[in-house]
């Protein structure tokens, strides 16, 4: 049982669709990360939130928004994706200042994009 | 250019056997943080060993050890005594800037391509 939760574990979503995807830590970390694994790549980060504020957005298109209410729940608002897009979306969060001990991820949504 | 490379797209070991993973890496910064994930095909990622650069002694952590050489910007897991569960994807990554001591690193990991680890009977 990981200690970051990810919702749905698998999404399949039409190009005009628009779908969140759901991160909930309660390992009282307050920094929070979104990454991209597509297939035959490095994990790619895509954002990162501490304290609730995002601190970087690494050039993500904005068809991709994030969302971070408070310092346990992360969000991705997906709108008008494209094939492309298609990855295993991954959700980390770490405690500032102690990220040497490691970063707890989730275990994914794998997003298709049809 | 590649800050983390892994030059082994897939290896393989018999069980029992010791395997190493390699993993060069590039940075200017004098502190900064080494990192091996464990990827099963359930997709999470697990943390399994972390090497700060000021460490002088290799991190160990049970099976799992790490051959740091600075000097060669290297990073190499070494897994001994493999098991079949040990079979996955394995990442190495890294963190530039402070990391415990304080700072302005919010815990950004650069990753490597990865690489396929079977383990056979």
């Known amino acids: 049982e990981t200690g970051v939760t990810q919702t749905p574990r698998h999404l399949v979503m039409g190009m005009t669709n628009k779908k969140s995807l759901k991160c909930e830590q309660h390992?009282?970390?307050?920094?929070m990360y979104w990454y991209k694994q597509s297939a035959k790549k490095p994990l790619e980060l895509m954002f990162v939130?501490?304290?609730?504020?995002?601190?970087e957005n690494n050039s993500v298109p904005s068809r991709f928004s994030p969302e971070c209410p408070n310092s346990s729940h992360l969000f991705l608002h997906l709108h008008t994706l494209q094939p492309e897009d298609s990855a295993l979306y991954l959700c980390?969060?770490?405690?500032?200042?102690?990220?040497?001990?490691?970063?707890?991820f989730g275990s994914g949504t794998r997003l298709t994009v049809v | 250019a590649q800050k983390i490379t892994q030059t082994q797209p897939g290896m393989f070991v018999q069980e029992k056997e010791a395997v190493t993973l390699d993993c060069t890496y590039d940075?200017?910064?004098?502190?900064?943080?080494l990192f091996w994930y464990k990827q099963p095909s359930s997709g999470e990622m697990i943390f399994l060993i972390y090497?700060?650069?000021?460490?002088?002694q290799n991190a160990t952590e049970g099976r799992y050890s790490l051959n740091f050489q600075k000097a060669r910007k290297s990073a190499n897991l070494v897994i001994s005594a493999s098991q079949l569960g040990d079979s996955a994807m394995y990442f190495c990554?890294?963190?530039?800037?402070?990391?415990?001591?304080?700072?302005?690193?919010?815990?950004?990991?650069?990753f490597g391509q990865g690489t396929i680890l079977t383990v056979h009977p």
């Open positions: 980390a969060s770490s405690l500032r200042g102690l990220a040497d001990y490691g970063y707890t």
């Open positions: 390992l009282g970390h307050n920094a």
């Open positions: 939130y501490n304290f609730k504020e995002q601190t």
């Open positions: 940075t200017s910064d004098q502190s900064y943080g």
């Open positions: 090497q700060g650069s000021y460490d002088e």
């Open positions: 990554a890294m963190r530039e800037g402070k990391g415990a001591t304080g700072g302005t690193s919010y815990g950004k990991l650069t």
